[in-house]
């Protein structure tokens, strides 16, 4: 569900903080993605496909742009999140929801295939918007790839809705820093304000558009005083709210060790091998968007050294592509890291770390 209502919001009274692109403005950049997103978007457009050819194709068109993509999957939800769990796995006919934050075999599959491509995976301590968010913080990616506007309120700084890869499709940016400067509010009272609005761990006070909502918060700051202050008739506040844990999740959210992300070539045999031979997709359709994307890939390539020749831009080789990117070291001490190890494969941001070659 993400946010409720805040892109409307966004829309009305922060227009200049959206700015409209196209898929090739990213060359070059870090992309941090929320799979389960990626995975579900498949699902519902292709029912009777499996998901994880969607996930093959989207890859090699970011890899074919020059777009560095880093998956994220999610790991145990927080307990504020399980009523709206529920709900998405009822209207989905699941049985229930997974909460237990244990791989699914999907999400098995899904690593195997990002692993045989060449790209990096982490897994997020809890929900992969948070790690998404916080990997923007750290410089480790420029921005993150994402539905879900909940990625704003967890602190990342640049979020890229619609980033889908057709060729008439525009891709939507949403810059937090605008955004904050034109509501004129902080971070805190942004957080408290998507509360307000409705987010996926608290209820919220029935009633309150989003134009009201803002107001409120630019007139009382902080939803204790809100409360304080609204008709409770006309806008009466959920029994036992639990707005605070809602606020801590948002600004306090589980950190973790960021691991150095690192691109290899896909390899193609492993590839065939494991999507036609075990997952049972055509042979046919495998070769043919392999050799589409040696085709594009060649294609850029040669586009950046005639642009470089006339002077346009610096020439990126494919060698340069498949690196390294450190971690920076963190900058913010008002988020909390742990030291335990996640497991990888391996602005914009203008403070992302430069990636070192191997």
Aim: proline share 5%; aromatic share 6%; glycine share 6%.
């Amino acid at each position: 569900m993400g946010i409720t209502k805040l892109a409307e919001l966004i829309r009305s009274d922060a227009p200049d903080a959206i700015s409209h692109k196209d898929i090739g403005d990213y060359t070059g950049k870090v992309i941090a993605l929320d799979t389960s997103i990626v995975v579900n978007q498949f699902r519902a457009a292709t029912p009777t496909l499996s998901p994880l050819t969607g996930l093959f194709f989207r890859t090699l068109t970011f890899l074919e742009h020059d777009i560095k993509p880093v998956f994220v999957f999610d790991g145990k939800p927080p307990g504020e999140k399980t009523a709206v769990l529920e709900k998405r796995a009822e209207a989905a006919g699941w049985r229930s929801p997974n909460c237990t934050g244990r791989a699914s075999s999907q999400t098995k599959d899904c690593v195997h295939l990002l692993k045989l491509l060449g790209v990096p995976f982490i897994q997020a301590p809890g929900d992969a918007e948070a790690m998404c968010a916080q990997l923007v913080r750290e410089g480790s990616v420029d921005a993150v790839a994402s539905e879900d506007m909940d990625t704003l309120p967890f602190g990342a700084s640049i979020l890229i809705r619609q980033l889908n890869a057709k060729r008439d499709s525009e891709v939507i940016e949403y810059s937090l820093p605008k955004l904050l400067e034109k509501l004129q509010i902080s971070h805190e009272e942004f957080v408290d304000l998507c509360i307000l609005l409705g987010c996926d761990y608290c209820d919220k006070i029935t009633g309150l558009g989003p134009k009201r909502a803002l107001s409120l918060i630019h007139k009382h700051r902080t939803i204790e005083n809100v409360v304080l202050h609204i008709n409770r008739q006309v806008h009466p506040v959920p029994h036992f709210w639990k707005y605070k844990e809602a606020r801590k999740l948002f600004l306090d959210a589980p950190q973790t060790v960021v691991p150095e992300l690192t691109w290899t070539e896909p390899d193609e045999e492993a590839l065939v091998g494991f999507l036609c031979h075990v997952k049972n997709v055509k042979v046919e359709r495998i070769r043919r968007r392999m050799e589409r994307f040696r085709q594009m890939r060649e294609s850029r390539r040669e586009e950046r050294e005639k642009e470089k020749a006339t002077g346009c831009m610096r020439q990126t080789q494919m060698k340069d592509f498949f690196r390294v990117t450190r971690r920076r070291e963190q900058v913010n001490i008002r988020y909390k890291s742990s030291t335990e190890p996640v497991e990888a494969a391996g602005s914009l941001s203008s403070n992302r770390k430069r990636p070192k070659s191997k």
